[in-house]
């Protein structure tokens, strides 16, 4: 079965820590992976999409995405109160109705401890 | 108004009623999404819009009942629903459903709950 797996936390690191966030996914045919943040209420935000193996940096925020271990992972340095959150990952795979299907992992609930 | 908007914000209705969820977006896009998110579950895909054709109906039961009258409208009739059916319901829309550059951007949600 297609997945994306995600650990749903809590993950708590301290203010000014490094987050590290992962998620793994089934379908090799993957081929775009978004991470989105979701305040409590609300609705999902994007943060960030990565394509390519390798890093990608934005501000505070490094995508990280190794398609032979079918792993991808966000990064938050330098983490504040308000990164507090839950983070989803999300996985674009071609469908054969000729759209790419997201599939969302369950979130990971990050808390950052002043 | 810009995004994606949703309307009403919140609804509580009996298992009985009729009621319908609009979603609007002003990005330009050409694909819409009808998304349920319940607690402690991964968002579910209901239904995906392309050019105002329907690409994906995931298995959601017939009570769902969705409508796309042009690119920059979608709905979401619902009828005789189930406690259950109780969820966040999410709407999105992208430039192309067919692209894996696609990006999804989210409007606020619709909070139902059945009685």
């Known amino acids: 079965q297609k997945e994306v797996e995600q650990n749903s936390g809590p993950l708590s690191v301290p203010e000014g820590a490094i987050a590290s966030l992962n998620c793994t996914y089934s379908d090799r045919g993957s081929q775009s992976f978004f991470w989105y943040r979701q305040y409590s209420g609300k609705s999902p935000e994007l943060i960030m999409f990565?394509?390519?193996?390798g890093d990608k940096e934005d501000g505070r925020f490094t995508a990280q995405l190794n398609k032979a271990s079918q792993y991808v992972s966000l990064l938050i340095r330098d983490s504040q109160p308000s990164d507090s959150a839950t983070y989803l990952c999300?996985?674009?795979?071609?469908?054969?109705?000729?759209?790419?299907?997201?599939?969302f992992g369950i979130g990971t609930k990050l808390q950052v401890i002043p | 108004e810009t995004g994606v908007t949703q309307t009403p914000r919140h609804l509580v209705m009996g298992m009985t009623n009729k009621k319908s969820l609009k979603c609007e977006q002003h990005l330009g896009h050409n694909a819409m999404y009808w998304y349920k998110q319940s607690a402690k579950k991964p968002l579910e895909l209901m239904f995906v819009y392309s050019l105002e054709e329907r690409v994906e109906n995931n298995s959601v039961p017939s009570r769902f009942s969705p409508e796309c009258p042009n690119s920059s409208h979608l709905f979401l009739h619902l009828h005789t629903l189930q406690p259950e059916d109780s969820a966040l319901y999410l709407c999105a829309s992208s430039r192309d459903s067919g692209s894996r550059t696609d990006t999804q951007y989210f409007g606020p949600g619709t909070r139902l709950t059945v009685l």
């Open positions: 990565i394509y390519s193996n």
């Open positions: 999300a996985v674009n795979t071609p469908n054969s109705g000729g759209y790419q299907k997201v599939t």
